[in-house]
């Protein structure tokens, strides 16, 4: 009998021989892990991590290799000046090639690749290899262009009147920048902090210390000017490096860290990182996710308590390298956009960034010679484009939400969204204003263009829809249900009609309906969630994310290849560390994708890459970088911009199949497993039977490739159970499973008894 349809079939046997009974999968089709495991449909495993399924056959997925050298001229800070937002942009003067824009503090690197060879110089020039040795550097493809900045004399600035003169600077009142100096900064001004511009006129700016003070004119009084030159630079991010103490400047008799007009005030909230290892205190080692507080603030030192206000920690060992001592987390969550012939960078509570795609020339340093401007805040008529987070851009619109209203007479609130003209992103008209349940105990999250010039609004607690976005004049909205919303913005993706996207419950998808008013044969115009999660096979996994919303919002989705890919934080992660893989043309998960320690995925990004710049391909990106998903045969996860160092870690599989009972549920003597296989030279994996009531496994053994072949794997369980399955770990390489059998022989027991007392 063929293997592929393993279930009441019974081997046959002589007189005096037990009765041996096969179950089993011919293939492998999908992953439920919520699902009683004896339950589970032919072809569904119930644990299934770092595999993927195709034709019927499971495999370890391919790995993450790291793409960005970096050519241009960077300096990678953690929390302070890394990758904070990356996307696609299409230069349409050449031919429509694809570049991933990085969003970097204080300039975006622009990166595309013809070549699937080689590697970029370092910042500090050494080349990096293939690997096959060779050395390349491809710098020419990678460039950056800088986010507006000034520098001037120390002189040019007021303690009168608190103003910077600049000759025609092109800053806007709400601007987020950041002060540097060549000599000492003016008083109060500190180093690595974030101020917000007002525009005092044609040459003159000030500073202050919100955006809310800046809207209003209240300028900080400066009581010096200090002395060198002052750059005033725009940055997209506020999280801020507060001080860099080496290890040899903690005092462990003293419980100090002295760090230089280090600017920190007392019950300051700070995170720790570290070149090498962090200080202990009380015999543990200070950790990397704990909030600590600052406490005895002096100009030049000062300690840190486990609470705000509380005593000092007794500082034990200093720890190694140099520690980064970092203020609150950013908040300013930027964005990335293209359209109308330009590129957007958004930043929550500042004026949004535009550049105008200009990839003509370059300059030293691998920079662009146009920059990315502060959008103006005057409107080409009335209304300019608000502060805000995020941005689509659909029907020619620039569309985006935003808790101050256009019209002066609605209260500001977060339920809002606003529609520019067409083909200008600087006019904002009241008509193209959207209440999106106003008043509710709800906030736009994000938005998605849909078919038949509509729009998909998710709120926090509900979904709308906004229909006949070509004329906002009579456009209209509808609520599509108020049962669930979405929690993250970065989740909502789409593949054909279907719209995918997390919510507190769990990953829905919005399936396409049909507008009765519009009779038979008519395209779709509306869209209804289904009543069950798209993610019940995996409840349990979702069950264990962490929903806390400032972490929650992290959570990032892409369809590519057939696929719905979606990061998740862990309960005790506060970055996203797992990636969940829905196929759609098995309409089943498929894995639950882990990475090596400490890589975190902080979104996708689909670009064309190599020879055929015809292909996309699936890129991830965090804060170190950008990486290719999915093509190399082991995870590379410990590179940074700018450097060479490098590690390998072969991805570690692991599948284990549903319950298998031979269609009852009495007890069985299970005998003996197999596993068919295909293996290349250097695959390792083992392979593990269990059985369930009672509980056992068989000790696990190892099958190793010496070459390339199909390898037939059969071993023993002998062990009594009512069903028994079989558990894959792959250690290295990428071997593929074609199908599983056991073989058990029946007793006497009957069926088990249930609920005994």
Sequence with gaps: MAFSQYGEWQRSTGRLDDPINIDGDGGFIGLDSYTEPSSLKKGFVKTSENMRFDGGKASTRKGIEFKTGSGVAHTYYPEYDEVFAASLITNASDNDVDWVILAMRTKAILWNRNSELGELLCEDGASLTTEDDSFLALNSNEVATQYYFITQASSTWSTSTEKVTSSSHKFQTGDAVEVSTTGALPTPIKARTIYYVIDSGTNDIQLATTLALAKAGTAINVSNVGSGDHTIQSVVSNAAITALVASGAVDTSANTFTQTAHGFTDNDGVYLDSTGTLPTASGNVLSKTTKYYVVNSAANTFKLSELSGGSAMGITDAGSGTHTIRSAADTMKPSILQGNNKVLIFRNGARPLEWDGNFTSSVTGGLTDSVFYPKTTTGTSVHACPETGWGVFFRNRLIVPTADTLDSGVVNNSQTIVMSDILDDNEFVVDGEFYVNKGMADYVVGAIPYQEDQLIVFNRRSIHMVTGIRNT????????????????????????????????????????????????????????????????????????????????????????????????????????????????????????????????????????????????????????????????????????????????????????????????????????????????????????????????????????????????????????????????????????????????????LGARAEGIE
């Excluded at 506060?574 to 639950?592: G, R």
């Excluded at 996309?616 to 290719?628: A, H, I, P």
């Excluded at 099958?703 to 062990?719: M, P, W, Y």
């Design 473 to 748: 004049s009579t456009a209209a909205q509808a609520e599509v249900t108020r049962q669930f919303g979405c929690v993250s913005r970065k989740s909502i993706a789409q593949s054909g009609p279907n719209t995918y996207f997390l919510s507190d419950n769990g990953i829905y998808s919005l399936e396409p309906g049909v507008d009765p008013a519009k009779g038979d044969a008519i395209a779709i115009s509306k869209v209804a969630p289904f009543t069950v999660p798209l993610s019940r096979p995996i409840n349990d996994v979702i069950g264990e994310v962490n929903f806390e919303r400032e972490v929650i919002e992290r959570a990032s989705a892409i369809c590519h290849n057939n696929r719905y890919y979606i990061s998740l934080p862990m309960q005790s992660d506060t970055e996203c560390t797992i990636v969940l893989v829905y196929d759609f043309l098995l309409d089943a998960w498929v894995s639950k994708d882990t990475f090596p320690a400490d890589f975190i995925i902080d979104g996708f990004v689909e670009s064309s890459f190599g020879a055929d710049m015809g292909q996309r391909r699936l890129f991830v990106y965090n804060d170190k970088g950008l990486w290719l998903y999915e093509e190399s045969q082991q995870d590379e996860s410990t590179r940074i911009i700018g450097t060479d160092t490098t590690e390998q870690t072969p991805i570690a599989g692991k599948l284990i199949t549903r319950n298998y009972t031979l269609s009852n549920i009495g007890v069985k003597r299970f005998m003996t497993g197999q596993v068919a296989s295909d293996v290349s030279s250097g695959d390792v994996f083992t392979l593990i039977g269990h059985t369930s009531d009672p509980d056992t496994s068989t000790e696990a053994i190892t099958i190793t490739g010496t070459s390339d072949e199909g390898v037939l794997t059969r071993f023993g369980i002998r062990n009594r159970g009512y069903a028994a399955s079989v558990e894959i770990n792959v250690t290295s390489g990428r071997p593929t499973f074609k199908h599983v059998v056991v073989e058990s022989a029946s007793l006497t």
